[in-house]
């Protein structure tokens, strides 16, 4: 009986100690199997956007890691749909007032005259902007980034149409004729059109890795050729 109660006591005594253990062990505040929250990227579209401006970095966004790194989402000055290369119609998902917070901005060029003239736009980007983690823009969209003051001291590209209006509307920007992508941290610009794609599939190899970006590459049969790392 006496070995009986003695066996009782040291197993008592050593589940105490092992709870004691327990307690004082630090609290992981992070589980390590939840996936990453994915980047919300907000695509800006407006009445007579270039359609593979905006269409070409969405595809990249929505694709990349199997369509689960980003939450891709158009976002408008208002709510009324819009012309896109004069026939393609797209309501936006979102205005400027209740559009998620973004991580990562898409400006796509076209007629950026009227986004530019519109000062509710403007004010957006200005003020939110500076709060994400990259802004881009895709060939005229770089304009928009011009008047928000957001590239100077900065280097840009633009459609190599526009190139000699940038450097005018941007005189304290150095502006590249020869540059499909011009990355400055949170400031993204890139050239003409299908130049976008190429900028979001950089960006994707920025923030996920090379191989990622290879993958969303290959998923939509586009030749990639990753930015020199001199750009």
């Not at 895709?138 to 459609?159: I, M, N, S």
């Not at 090379?210 to 590459?217: D, L, Q, R, S």
Request: charged residues 25%; proline residues 6%; aromatic residues 6%.
């Amino acid at each position: 009986m006496q070995t009986t109660n003695r066996s009782q006591s040291i197993i008592l005594n050593l589940l105490v100690i092992t709870c004691l253990l327990t307690a004082i062990q630090p609290v992981s505040t992070q589980d390590p199997a939840k996936p990453k929250p994915r980047r919300n990227v907000a695509i800006f579209i407006h009445e007579g956007v270039e359609l593979l401006d905006f269409a070409g970095p969405a595809e990249v966004f929505a694709a990349a890691k199997q369509g689960n790194a980003f939450n891709v989402y158009t976002v408008a000055a208002t709510d009324a749909e819009i012309t896109s290369q004069r026939f393609l119609k797209v309501r936006p998902q979102y205005t400027l007032e209740n559009c998620p917070k973004p991580d990562i901005i898409v400006l796509p060029g076209g007629i950026t005259r009227i986004p530019l003239d519109d000062p509710k736009v403007m004010q957006w980007i200005k003020k939110t902007a500076p709060d994400t983690e990259v802004t881009m823009s895709v060939c005229t969209g770089a304009f928009l980034l011009a008047k928000a003051g957001l590239l100077d001291g900065k280097e840009a590209t633009t459609h190599w149409s526009s190139i000699d209006r940038l450097k005018t509307a941007a005189p304290k920007t150095k502006v590249h004729a020869d540059r499909r992508i011009v990355d400055n941290g949170q400031i993204i610009t890139c050239a003409g059109v299908s130049a976008g794609i190429d900028g979001a599939l950089h960006l994707v190899e920025r923030l996920h890795g090379k191989e990622v970006a290879e993958k969303t590459a290959r998923y939509m049969e586009y030749r990639w050729e990753p930015v020199a790392k001199k750009e």
